[in-house]
Antibody
Framework: EVQLVESGGVVVQPGGSLRLSCAAS????????IHWVRQAPGKGLEWVSL????????YHADSVKGRFTISRDNGKNSLHLQMNSLKTEDTAFYYC???????????????WGQGTLVTVSS | IVLTQSPGTLSLSPGERATLSCRAS???????LAWYQQKPGQAPRLLIY???SRATGIPDRFSGSGSATDFTLTISRLEPEDFAVYYC?????????FGQGTNVEIK
């Protein structure tokens, strides 16, 4: 069974930093592009970041570019999101999400974690 | 690509047919369009991909259609568990974008 388990969500002040993690199991992690998708409470879905299966191609949404950095450790089946210069508008549930297809082929998201809540507030 | 879903809210009774629309601001490459269902307190679940292919385990009352810029999700007969929010997503180009969602609520 595919499992994605996020952790690291807390309350942080504006301008602060936070590192989210995602532990993956049940599939060959190193073969798949993985994403972060966020959802502000009561709002819609927003794609945030992706990292290719081999870690060579990170890509971020304009709303977080220069502040967030996605990374992965294929040896530990883990994904991370380093979040700096946090803003109140970054408050959201952050989901770790897996591509359906292997090796970076454009594909939908076929597995989602349960999400971790990041609250940016003074 | 901006995706616009309509209507924002659909009020229907169990057993009725639901038709949800997703319109793209420009052509979606290779009809790389997916639909997701999200229930309160849960993560989204993949229903349809490549515009019309059902994901594993999805009942056949869910169907997708359309191409290029206009796509539709149809639920032939609503079951009580189908009342939820539905999102479309294009994954044919970066950044991958979502529609704003359609809430299917019990009338």
């Amino acid at each position: 069974e595919v499992q994605l388990v996020e952790s690291g969500g807390v309350v942080v002040q504006p301008g602060g930093s936070l590192r989210l993690s995602c532990a993956a199991s049940g599939f060959t992690f190193k073969d798949y592009t993985i994403h972060w998708v966020r959802q502000a409470p009561g709002k819609g879905l927003e794609w945030v970041s992706l990292i290719s299966w081999d870690g060579t191609s990170p890509y971020h949404a304009d709303s977080v570019k220069g502040r967030f950095t996605i990374s992965r450790d294929n040896g530990k089946n883990s994904l991370h999101l380093q979040m700096n210069s946090l803003k109140t508008e970054d408050t959201a549930f952050y989901y770790c999400v897996k591509d359906q297809g292997a090796y970076g082929v454009y594909s939908p998201f076929d597995a989602w974690g349960q999400g971790t809540l990041v609250t940016v507030s003074s | 690509i901006v995706l616009t879903q309509s209507p924002g809210t659909l009020s229907l009774s169990p057993g009725e047919r639901a038709t949800l629309s997703c319109r793209a601001s420009r052509r979606v490459n290779s009809n790389n369009l997916a639909w997701y269902q999200q229930k309160p307190g849960q993560a989204p679940r993949l229903l349809i991909y490549d515009a019309s292919s059902r994901a594993t385990g999805i009942p056949d009352r869910f169907s997708g259609s359309g191409s290029a810029t206009d796509f539709t999700l149809t639920i032939s007969r609503l079951e009580p568990e189908d009342f939820a929010v539905y999102y479309c997503q294009q994954y044919g180009s970066s950044p991958r974008t979502f529609g704003q969602g359609t809430n299917v609520e019990i009338k």
